[in-house]
């Protein structure tokens, strides 16, 4: 026996002779060793490319925020456009620009066909008087005569009358008969 196994008595000694303590132990440990260095230095590779990539997206994320928050000012601002633009008093200044007047009165079909009401014909309001020009200007050789041309009226951008000038010929009679209808129409 060795001496460290004669030192020790009962179970003590049985165990000890089972178990060697001599080379065989650092060698058994060594695969162990480097198993354990592996993943130890994989685990942190991985932990450093994870940290990367949650970087990157957190990135990405708050270049989204930015953004969004810009897209969502541009909206805001275009939705007080059309609001400003979508108001009464706006809608009447642009469809005068355009020529247009108000309405008469309206008529209505029942659904038996028969007119309920008495249409009026829409009427523009007489021109507010233009102001005159100064008479210390000289006037523009280049210019058109202001005056009415050779046709007797004066033509609009579409070489017709303007709007805001009744033309009596092409106006109908006053009286206004509405189409015939057919029931179920």
């Given at each position: ?22 080379g ?21 590779i ?5 940290n ?12 989204l ?59 523009a ?35 017709s ?8 010929a ?11 209808t057919?029931?179920?129409?």
């Amino acid at each position: 026996m060795s001496k460290p196994a004669a030192a020790l008595k009962g179970r003590a000694a049985r165990l000890a002779r089972l178990m060697p303590s001599t080379g065989p132990s650092t060698a058994a440990r060594t695969p162990f060793v480097l198993l354990v260095v592996v993943l130890l230095g994989g685990g942190l590779i991985t932990l450093l490319l994870l940290n990367s990539a949650l970087n990157e997206g957190s990135f990405r994320l708050s270049e989204l925020k930015r953004e969004t928050t810009e897209l969502t000012d541009e909206q805001q601002a275009l939705q007080r456009d059309v609001d400003s633009r979508s108001q009464p008093d706006a809608l009447e200044k642009r469809a005068r620009e355009l020529g247009m007047v108000p309405g008469g009165s309206p008529a209505f079909l029942n659904p038996d066909g028969t007119v309920r009401g008495r249409p009026t014909e829409a009427t523009a309001p007489p021109p507010s008087p233009s102001p005159t020009p100064s008479t210390d200007a000289s006037p523009d050789p280049d210019a058109p005569a202001a005056g009415p041309s050779a046709s007797g009226a004066s033509a609009g951008p579409s070489g017709s009358v303007p709007a805001t000038e009744p033309d009596p010929a092409a106006a109908p009679s006053a009286e206004i008969n509405p189409p015939p209808t057919s029931p179920g129409r």
